[in-house]
Every structure is written in structure tokens, then in C-alpha cells.
């Protein structure tokens, strides 16, 4: 579990310049095996929120805990964080280090001081997880910007953390790409019980998530399940952030008299079932 508690974070100068600090009193927890989509708009915090998390800045008041280790503590405690705690960027050039994919994948593992053998066979693993095995030998220079992504995932995954932080890791790619790397990682939270907060500014994207977390200007706005958080159009709106589509024509259809359709729709799946159960 991931506890952050009443957590203050501000950029250098920002107090001096009248700048409100990047956090704000934020309180919130992630449990085993959840899958958070934490949105907001730019500068709400969310990518502060994410390198707290996985201890690469600490915060300057309050605390935030992981499987009981305060990230301010130093030390050994600040090594087993972040083992526990894996970090994909937004853009997979800032995190790629090594030439060739396999090599990638191995540069976690080989960090940890793991045999040769238990590398290898992780290796193995997520060349086939993440789709990789056609490109093991390529340059990583050579790959597309959805092959980096993936083997940026990889990379991290190849430590077995138990939580997987994805900062906006589909906004540089198709979305066909997006759509099944997204599957991936919530596949890994079902099977293997890892925490998976996908940092994200696409409304469509919350629906297959446990839960959403709204974040604006600092603090969170809302949290909850989609259908939840989704219910509050007017904050979302004042927050910058509009409805997706399909929950957008739902609240349509209702107005013109579907009134038995839910509040809130999700995906087309959820219309096109709404709309057969009233034939």
C-alpha cells in the first residue's frame, strides 16, 4: 500500500514568484492490485504526484509511505522503494539508456545484482509480454516511438515492481498502440496484483480503470469510480476537463427521452446493452 498524507511539494523560486506550490495537502491511497487513471490538465500536478510516489523527489511537508517505508528515510529504505516503485515516462527517450532491446530489459535486473540465469529468463518474460521478441536484436535507435514505449515498459517491469507508475506513456503514440499497451498493464494488475496508476489527460481512457483520481491545481478534485467521478460534470468543466464522448451522447439521448438510460455511460458496449434492454 501507498500511503501519501497531506503531502506539500513546491518547485524552487515558485514561492518567491508567487507561483502556488505544485501540491497541496494531498491525501490519498493506493492499494494492492488497483488500477488508478489520475487525470487533470497541465500543471495540475499529476507528474509532481508521480515522482513523489517513486521517491525521485521528496516532499517538503507531510509524508508518503510505501509497504511502510517513508520515502524521506534514506538509506536502505530508499533503495527497496524504489524497487517496489516503477516509473515509465511520458517520452521512452528520457529512460532508454542501453543500444539493443535485449540489453535494455536487462539493465534493470542486472542493477539489482540478480544471477545471470533469473535475468535471462525476465528477459524472456517480457520480450513476449510486451510483444518484443521480433525486435530482441534491433538498435533501440531503430525502433518506432510505440516499439520504445512498449520496451520502456518492459524495462521496468523486468525489476517486478509492485506498483507501475505510467506518466502519460500514450500521448506520443497511435491509439491502437495505446489502447493495447493499456490492456497489457491491466492484465498484469489482475494476474500479478500490481498497483497500476496511469497518469493520463484523455477522458476516454478512464473507463477501464477501478477508480479516477481528478487532480487541479495541486489537490484532488474528485475520486472515485468512473461512473462517479463522471457525475460531476460542472467541477470536471471548471476544471478544465470535459466528458468523454460516449458519456456526452448518453446524457443526449436522456434528454430527448431515453430517460431510462443510465446517468452515466462508460464505453458503446455499456450504450449498445442500455439501448437493447429497452427494446
Known amino acids: 500500500m501507498i500511503e501519501v498524507n497531506n503531502v506539500t511539494f513546491r518547485y524552487s523560486g ?20 488497483e488500477t488508478i487513471a489520475l487525470i487533470g490538465h497541465n500543471g495540475s500536478g499529476k507528474s509532481t504526484l508521480a515522482r513523489l510516489l517513486a521517491a525521485i523527489v521528496l516532499p517538503q511537508r507531510g509524508s508518503v509511505i510505501v509497504d511502510g517505508l517513508r520515502t524521506d528515510a534514506g538509506g536502505e529504505s530508499l533503495w527497496q522503494i524504489r524497487q517496489s516503485v516503477g516509473l515509465v515516462f ?19 535486473p542486472e542493477n539489482l545484482g540478480l544471477p545471470r540465469f533469473e ?6 518474460e517480457m520480450l513476449d509480454l510486451l510483444d518484443l521478441r521480433p525486435y530482441a536484436r534491433h538498435a533501440v535507435s531503430d525502433l518506432s516511438q510505440g516499439q520504445k514505449q512498449r520496451l520502456a515498459v518492459a524495462g521496468v517491469l523486468a525489476m517486478r515492481p509492485r506498483y507501475l507508475i505510467l506518466d502519460e506513456p500514450t500521448t506520443m503514440i497511435p491509439g491502437h498502440t495505446a489502447e493495447q499497451l493499456l490492456e497489457t498493464v491491466r492484465r498484469l494488475a489482475r494476474e500479478r ?6 497518469i493520463t489527460h484523455h477522458m476516454y481512457e478512464l473507463a477501464d480503470f477501478d477508480r479516477v483520481i481528478v487532480m487541479n491545481r495541486g489537490r484532488v478534485l474528485l475520486d472515485g469510480t468512473p461512473a462517479s467521478v463522471l457525475r460531476h460534470r460542472e467541477e470536471l468543466e471548471r ?13 443526449r439521448l436522456r434528454a430527448r427521452g431515453w430517460s431510462q438510460l443510465p446517468e452515466v455511460i462508460l464505453t458503446l458496449d455499456d450504450l449498445k446493452a442500455a439501448l437493447c434492454s429497452l427494446k
Open 14 to 33: 515558485e514561492a518567491e514568484e508567487g507561483i502556488a506550490p505544485a501540491l497541496e495537502e494531498v491525501t490519498l491511497r493506493i492499494d494492492e492490485g
Open 90 to 108: 511520458q517520452n521512452p527517450d528520457d529512460q532508454l539508456v542501453t543500444n539493443t532491446v535485449i540489453d535494455e530489459i536487462a539493465f534493470g
Open 119 to 124: 535475468i535471462e529468463e525476465r528477459v524472456e
Open 193 to 198: 496484483g500490481i498497483s497500476v496508476l496511469h
Open 239 to 251: 476544471a478544465g476537463l470535459g466528458l468523454p464522448l460516449i458519456t456526452q451522447l448518453g446524457q
